[in-house]
């Protein structure tokens, strides 16, 4: 009898364990450890390379909230980003979000800089001053292939003048 | 209840229209502008001449107020109007000496335009190529309407932003020193730039 009931109280800690485990994996996979109130406000990208759910979104450094859903705008192909960002924080309506890099080689998070705008965004309201991210192989490749086109350039000029 | 239920059925394709327009609005007072520095540039007989007249035709399609107050970012409220006024003056000197620096009598680009999105009512990207000298540029225009008139406010060149670019080194010196920091550094820049 006390041999089994050590058994259950073994097995009861180990599914706490694991739910302790599930629960976090959740809760910072998709960043809902920021405390408060939040709202969401979308960002239009050319390119949003690399940017996932769950990554940060920062200002001045200082982390105001998380990249909620990242899809895609069928009518011109754009990134459409959706933040999730503590409700403390007010933006000016002409405010920027870049995509950038921490390090060489690190994660890919949102980096927002606030405007002048007296307007702030509201809950829904989209920044359309974005960076995308700068796409460091096709920069690479314009300065591999540049002379193939400075040669068309040329060839081109040869005939008629350039508009 | 039937024509409530089809008004946004009905209203869709007067909105896809309206947009449509404005791109196209857009997108002519940009190839226009355009085609008048291109004109200029063909024309001038020297690189002085070409700076002093290609002046007039930049300032009407830039919009420099919008564009230094967005560079300047949060440190813009706290400028006194003089302070401001002095500000777009500076701007406008430093971004208008610094581009048509670049410019060469007779020596112009050959623009590839894209099609352009409207990002939000009254804003509209314009994504264009230029080729020049040889090498190959990816500059996106963005414009904005002002009482139903159509300017540039940031351009972003390969993947860059104008706006972005000075809005990061101004807050840098308005965090370090405030509104005094930012105005020396105007100065300072359009000095140097001489």
Known sequence: MKHSKLELMTGLFVLLGLAAVAYLTIKLGTGSLIGGNTYAVESRFANAGGIHPGCSVLLSGVTVGRVEDVRMDPSDYSAIVTLRLTSLLKLPSDSMASVKTSGLIGDKYIALSPGADEASLKPGDRITLTESAVDLESLIGKMAFGSVDKEKNTKENSGKPNP | ?194
């Open chain 2, 1 to 194: 209840m039937t024509i409530r239920l089809l008004l946004p059925v009905l209203l869709l394709p007067l909105l896809t229209g309206i947009a449509h327009a404005s791109n196209e609005a857009a997108e002519n007072r940009l190839k226009s502008s355009v085609a008048e520095v291109v004109t200029i540039v063909k024309g001038a007989a020297n690189r002085e001449a070409l700076i002093a007249s290609v002046k007039t035709p930049l300032q009407r399609i830039l919009n420099f107020s919008v564009m230094t107050k967005r560079s300047i970012g949060p440190g813009w409220k706290q400028l006194t109007p003089e302070q401001q006024q002095e500000a777009v003056g500076l701007f406008t000197t430093l971004i208008l000496r610094t581009y048509t620096a670049k410019f060469t009598p007779g020596d112009c680009p050959s623009m590839e335009y894209k099609p352009s999105s409207s990002t939000a009512p009254g804003r509209v990207e314009i994504p264009t190529t230029s080729l020049y000298k040889g090498s190959r540029y990816d500059v996106v225009y963005r414009m904005e309407e002002q009482n139903g008139a159509w300017s540039i406010t940031d351009v972003v060149i390969e993947g860059v932003s104008l706006v972005a670019d000075y809005r990061s080194q101004f807050d840098a010196e308005f965090k370090s020193g405030g509104t005094e920091a930012v105005m020396k550094a105007l100065r300072n820049s359009v000095a140097q730039a001489k």
